[in-house]
């Protein structure tokens, strides 16, 4: 905080951004720009609005009043001090634009998913498998005992399909949009099948092309590449569909209870969903781009995420299982006898084991840490 003259932080609707900022900061100014005064006096009278909301200010919801960032590119560079300015956003692209073309060098950019599983761990919550997949990790449903996830999420998704994709205007067929989120949860941990998705969705390649950009840029869905050791390999080049929440996934798949999910033909991969975006979050804490991938070749030989490391690649499986098996090793076995890795771990449902036929193996509670380096750093220290 002390390097810059901002902070931007990017992350979904209710992930914790406002919350965490306020608390770090509870002497700064804040303004909101959902609240349409708020956001008219932006717009209207900028040096009015920094007159009401002086430095040291977090300013909410900045992709409401891009134009906002150009005043205040002007403010940082009449002085040399540092930390002046703390925004918020949840819709990345428009976001990332307007902050590249107004304060490219003059902010430091942090992004921010929901609580992970050492968080809440930390807080004394340590939920079950199936508890943990319907419930996702939004901090709403750990704030407020008694709310249904399917509750709390039909309402989630109501307002981003109403505030985020209805007001950018770019898209112009809603039904179809929200019969591709349906789509998109039934393929979760699958690779992105364009032609396919486009046809079960009634739209174009085109369009389809489009609205999946605007699902990542607003943090509903996540794309996890494929690691290919040449571009004429024979591993597969094609991204692998998640979701930023297993709630919204479960939700969009209309599991509503803890037995339903549990006997859910895709509960595994809910599972490695939720086990994706642990590794995510620990890769946004530690500060590390484009460090995670999975495997897979023409032949189906399949590792779930590769985490590149400077010391070398580490490999996992994500098994919904309880119990263990030798079958977990095939992925890890083939592409350490073909690659070579660092390490191979099978992430699952059951107690730690530490070593079974050479490898790890670890309850998913454990899996922030696993993809942590050992200089760990905490979520936004700031």
Known sequence: MHDFPSVTIYGPRQCGKTTTARSLFPDFSYANLEDINVRRL???DPEGFFARFPEPVIIDEIQRVPELLSTVQVRIDRTDKK???????????????????SLAGRTSILNMLPLSLKELSMSG???SRDVQLLAGNM?????????APSEYYRNYIETYLERDI???????????FEKLLHLLASRIGQLVNESSLAADAGISVKTLKGWLSILESTHIIYMLKPWCSSRTGQEVKTPKIYFCDTGIASYLLGIETPEQMNRDPLMGQVF???IVMEALKAEYDSNIIDGLYFFRNSNGVEVDIIHKRP??????EVKSSMSISRDFLKGIDFYKRKYGAASGTIIYAG??????????FRNFHDAYDLFTPKREKFRLNL
């Open 311 to 316: 010391e070398g690649m580490n490999l996992f």
């Open 272 to 274: 490695e969903n939720l």
């Open 351 to 360: 107690e730690d084991c530490p070593e079974y036929l050479g490898y790890g």
């Open 83 to 101: 930390g002046l300015y703390i925004f918020t956003g949840s819709q990345q692209v428009s976001l990332r634009e307007a902050v590249s073309q």
């Open 139 to 147: 901090p709403y449903m750990f704030a407020n005992d008694g709310i």
């Open 166 to 176: 209805a007001m950018q205007n770019q898209v112009h067929d809603m039904r179809a």
């Open 42 to 44: 932006a717009t209207d």
């Open 125 to 127: 919550i340590r939920l």
